[in-house]
């Protein structure tokens, strides 16, 4: 299969955009795109201003989302989406219907039944369509699947994920408008819980029957801003997690811890290139890159540089940039596509789905049991 550097489209993130901005570093860090044109903000100074900062020719920067997909259709291999989670169903459905590979950044909408309408949309067409969630190109959480696959932990008892942070009560907190209001589904659900959602799919490949969750609503800005939830799976499997936006010194505090019955594994966001493993005699160990007995941590194409400089949040984007780039080019050649690092279509809505489930449980403070396609 060819080499060739794919061009990428991309609609929304703007140079006013920190996530764009990642997008943006991570692609051009491994080589294999090249931004050849886009629409980046509604705003035309901004989105000139962008599109110059790209190298962009100025017949290359779009004014609207019609004109972009009729004129490039044919001349890219992707369209990169970096736009609100309640504005994206729109720019799906036109790219989906002129048949436009899609990059998707997370979470894939704000609402259960749209999460289910760009499922059906995209598997009838068969087109290759993935979103990013950057944590699982870390190669730490890619190091503990391959630990649950090879049954190191025993049957897996339970598990304990978080990620709380301090954006709405930190005093210097910049943020965003479209942030500051609730969906169907809440923001803070669609932010954080998401990604905590992918990473125990990702890891255990299945989602939970049932969810139970108590959460907390924000007095200033009126929106729910700390939530606790259980999840229950089929294989009596018990997972607690635990993501907020008001843990004042949190500036992004995620934490897997998972207990098995032969070992337990822990990984903290800070400490990205070291996992540790508890023994039931007792003893722990601390796998990191230059362990003899790792098969992910210590890939060099996951990295940088050497070990002993720490691989983070910028290189796992670029680390799930280069999957992508894998996928479409087998896409382009028709090949099967791999979606072991990649989250499809289908994951796409599950993960709405059991966002949905869960912030239905707090308003019903009861178990909900959560409707998964199969």
């Not at 950057?134 to 190669?139: A, E």
């Not at 598990?159 to 589904?185: A, C, G, H, M």
Request: glycine share 4%; with cysteine; net charge positive.
């Amino acid at each position: 299969m060819s080499n060739k550097t794919l061009k990428i489209g991309i609609i929304g993130g703007s140079i006013n955009s920190t996530i764009g901005y990642t997008h943006i570093k991570a692609i051009n860090l491994n080589k294999d795109f090249l931004i050849h044109c886009g629409f980046f903000s509604r705003n035309k100074k901004i989105n000139n201003s962008t599109g110059e900062s790209y190298k962009l020719k100025s017949n290359k920067i779009y004014t609207n989302i019609n004109n972009f997909i009729q004129n490039e259709k044919k001349n890219i291999d992707a369209a990169l989406i970096i736009t609100p989670p309640n504005t994206k169903y729109d720019i799906i459905k036109k790219l989906v219907d002129n048949n436009v590979p899609i990059i998707c950044e997370k979470p894939v909408c704000s609402d259960y039944l749209i999460s289910k309408k760009i499922y059906y949309l995209v598997k009838k067409k068969k087109l290759f369509f993935t979103s990013t969630y950057n944590y699982t190109g870390y190669p730490a959480i890619r190091e503990i699947k391959e630990i649950i696959y090879k049954k190191k932990l025993g049957k897996i008892i339970s598990f304990n994920f978080e990620l709380p942070q301090q954006t709405f009560v930190y005093n210097k907190s910049i943020i965003v408008k479209w942030r500051l209001k609730d969906y169907s589904i809440p923001t803070l659900y669609l932010d954080l819980c998401s990604h905590l959602i992918n990473i125990s799919k990702f890891l255990f490949n299945y989602y939970p029957t049932y969810v139970m969750s108590f959460s907390t609503k924000n007095k200033k800005y009126k929106i729910i801003d700390n939530v606790y939830a259980w999840l229950n799976y089929k294989n009596n499997m018990l997972g607690n997690i635990w993501f907020s936006k008001n843990s004042l010194g949190q500036r992004n505090g995620l934490k897997l811890r998972i207990f098995g019955t032969n070992l337990s594994v822990e990984w903290d966001h800070s400490k990205p290139e070291k996992i540790n493993l508890y023994y039931k005699n007792g003893k722990i160990e601390v796998l990191d890159r230059a362990s003899p007995n790792v098969k992910i941590l210590n890939k060099q194409k996951y990295f940088t540089y050497s070990p002993g400089h720490p691989n983070g949040f910028l290189d796992a984007f670029a680390n799930l940039y280069s999957d992508i780039y894998q996928g479409l080019i087998k896409y382009k050649f028709k090949k099967k596509i791999d979606y072991k690092y990649l989250v499809n279509e289908k994951d796409n809505a599950n993960i709405i789905s059991v966002l949905n489930s869960i912030n239905q449980s707090s308003k019903k403070n009861k178990w909900v049991k959560t409707r998964i396609i199969q």
